[in-house]
């Protein structure tokens, strides 16, 4: 079984920083890509950013240039550096490990607001 611990989330103003980090432990084999979906009240999860163990990074339209996704392989750990914050960007943040086998593990969840 895979585990994924969450950190990094709280309040803050707009415009400004957060970084979320999300350590993966257990039984892991082989990971394809770890990366970070959101979840507002109300709508779907979303993609945030995503990078393959190629170190292939992709993001949603709404957060590019803004954040940053980078990963320490050797910890089995993701994070999310987040930038320029609005209050659009204020929901629910989970982590989600894929595995080579395409089995997906999803970390608890941490909120991310943003507000004055």
């Known amino acids: 079984q895979v585990q994924l611990e969450e950190s990094g989330g709280g309040l803050v103003q707009p415009g400004g920083s957060l970084r979320l980090s999300c350590a993966a432990s257990?039984?892991?084999?082989?990971?394809?890509?770890m990366g970070w979906y959101r979840q507002a009240p109300g709508k779907q999860r979303a993609l945030v950013a995503q990078i393959t163990s190629g170190d292939i990074a992709n993001y949603a339209d709404s957060v590019k240039g803004r954040f940053t996704i980078s990963r320490d392989n050797a910890n089995d750990t993701v994070y999310l550096q987040m930038n320029s914050l609005k209050p659009e960007d204020t929901a629910v943040y989970y982590c989600?490990?894929?595995?080579?086998?395409?089995?997906?593990?999803w970390g608890q969840g941490t909120q991310v607001t943003v507000s004055s």
């Open positions: 257990g039984s892991i084999f082989s990971i394809y890509a």
């Open positions: 989600r490990l894929r595995t080579r086998g395409f089995n997906d593990y």
